[in-house]
């Protein structure tokens, strides 16, 4: 795969680099980039139990709380340990991480529609939507060599940071409906998240065919 520029324009970019670069500089030599993927998808896993437990007790929430860090972790050094060590492998790194991604994120999304407080289909939607944007950023990362890892000044790790709150707001709200939608604050809050990155997805993919068409690529 050709190289791409990576452009990376979220609010917590330059402070997130920061630390991963100091965490890298201090992991022992035996933590591989492989290991730290596999951590990031155990995390989403520790996700997934978490909510899911929460309909049993929901102090079961703590543990998807922790598992984001967990994933954030492994998701954020493996590639930049890679980076750091000067072992990169492009092809193999940029295939094996997103496909685990994506898999996290549909674990992490399902854990989510099985919550006393947002419905499955609201939860699936939204995963259209972000998987939707994320084949946008990887059909323009091969087109225009440009791989966007941020929009609207937000990344994944902003993304984590939201989950947690409304995770957060979980402990001290009833699953209750808002005005007889069947919908609860929960769901229209993912669902609004949804419809912006369905929107995005337009947006980017007018501007960027509209690009390539006038260099007549």
């Excluded at 947002?118 to 990362?141: E, K, N, P, Q, W």
């Excluded at 989950?163 to 709200?173: D, E, G, N, Q, R």
């Excluded at 669902?191 to 509209?210: D, K, N, P, S, Y």
Aim: charged share 15%; proline share 3%; glycine share 8%.
């Amino acid at each position: 795969m050709s190289a791409v520029s990576r452009i990376q324009g979220n609010l917590l970019a330059a402070a997130e680099r920061r630390l991963l670069n100091w965490l890298c500089a201090r992991l022992p030599a035996w933590v591989s980039p492989d290991s730290l993927t596999l951590m990031g998808f155990c995390g989403a896993l520790t996700i997934f139990a978490g909510y899911g437990l929460s309909l049993y007790r929901i102090e079961w929430l703590w543990l998807a709380i922790a598992g984001f860090f967990i994933n954030w972790f492994g998701d954020s050094l493996d590639g930049s340990l890679a980076r750091y060590r000067k072992i990169e492998r492009p092809n193999y790194g940029y295939f094996i991480d997103h496909s685990m991604d994506a898999l996290s994120n549909l674990i992490i999304v399902v854990g989510l529609g099985l919550t006393a407080f947002i419905r499955m289909d609201v939860a699936m939607f939204a995963l259209g939507s972000y998987l939707l944007l994320s084949i946008h950023t990887f059909l323009a990362a091969r087109v225009t060599g440009e791989f966007r890892l941020s929009y609207l000044a937000a990344g994944p790790t902003e993304l984590r940071l939201i989950l947690i709150a409304m995770s957060l707001a979980m402990f001290t709200t009833r699953p209750t409906t808002v005005m007889g939608t069947g919908l609860s604050p929960f769901d229209l809050f993912i669902t609004a998240m949804g419809a912006g990155m369905m929107v995005l997805f337009i947006v980017q993919t007018a501007v960027t065919g509209r690009k390539l068409h006038a260099l007549r690529k």
